[in-house]
């Protein structure tokens, strides 16, 4: 069945190509792009909403589940999801190629990362990091208020990978506790508040993004990540997450159809480590809105997104 619905998926989306190059103009529809909750994904929505809007197509934004997307993207409701990362979105993604009615219209420049993370100056405190056994021996270092004793690990919201947390603490029999942010933010205003009392602090971050830049930090280094070795995967949990993993784009697939040059334009565009990196910063550390780092960023990179057209 799953075969049957990408083969239909894959012969539709053929045939809407094929009849693109006849009715050549866009659908004066909007192109509906997901926002999530964390900075590149967004900034990066209104970068391409930009483009998009720059051949005279028309753009709405919905906020959305950082999970459900992919269903919403197969279903119709959005066009395009454009930050879909392997290690926290990859099941959910790949379960919705696998129904059909969705895209997968390649991957960025960019490989990425996500794991938990450690400013630099926390490697003086406990010594033998970044290995996660020196991390569970120095657990007390990471000790709040609440944390009944044992070292505590910020997560993200719970919807990005909340249950693969839980499982992988439990697998390594870690003496940590998990506490999930509400949003990305929470976690950089933690390590803001870490270091100015030289705090031990571990956090869940990921890269492309601001903090490859700055005083730097660490990713923590835990048993090789295997296909299927996560718990979700039928595994035993006691894995990291892949070290260079992908970052994909989807869209609806009818999107060839109604708006066959935004496709096209959709197809090639390709961001770079830096390119994501630099999208965060505007927000991030120089403080401005989503929508005005992404203007600042069209601005500043012409010669890069322009050459997608």
């Known amino acids: ?125 406990c010594p ?52 999930f942010a509400g949003s990305s933010g929470a976690l950089w205003a933690e390590l803001e508040s870490a270091a100015k009392d030289n705090r031990a602090v571990v956090v869940f971050n990921w890269s492309p993004n601001f903090t490859d830049a700055g005083d730097g930090g660490s990713f923590v280094k835990f048993p090789a990540y295997t296909d299927g070795c996560k718990k979700s995967d039928g595994g035993d949990g006691k894995c990291g997450s892949p070290p260079a993993g992908w970052l994909k784009k989807a869209a609806y697939y009818q999107m060839p159809a109604k708006w066959p040059t935004a496709y096209k334009i959709f197809n090639n565009v390709s961001f770079t480590k830096s390119d994501i990196g630099n999208m965060a910063a505007l927000v991030d550390i120089d403080g401005m809105t989503h929508e005005a780092a992404a203007t600042k960023w069209l601005a500043d990179n012409e010669a890069i997104w322009k050459a997608w057209l």
């Open 128 to 179: 033998g990091l970044p290995s996660w056994e020196a991390l569970n021996d120095c657990a007390e270092l990471f000790a709040t208020p609440g944390s009944g004793g044992k070292g505590r690990y910020l997560d993200g919201p719970m919807d990005w990978h909340g249950q693969e947390t839980l499982d992988r603490i439990e697998a390594l029999d870690m003496n940590f506790t998990a506490k």
């Open 1 to 125: 069945m799953r075969f049957l619905n990408k083969l239909a998926t894959a012969a539709a989306v053929s045939s809407l190509v094929f009849g693109a190059t006849v009715a050549q103009a866009d659908s004066k529809e909007p192109i509906v792009i997901a926002t999530h909750n964390w900075t590149s994904q967004i900034t990066m929505a209104y970068v391409i909403g930009g483009i998009f809007e720059s051949i005279g197509d028309n753009v709405s934004y919905v906020p959305a589940d950082s999970q459900a997307v992919y269903e919403s993207v197969r279903n119709g409701d959005v066009t395009i999801a454009h930050e879909v990362w392997q290690s926290t979105f990859g099941k959910s993604f790949n379960n919705a190629l696998d129904a059909g009615g969705i895209i997968d219209v390649g991957t960025h420049a960019s490989a990425t990362q996500e794991e938990w993370w450690y400013p630099a100056y926390v490697g003086d405190l």
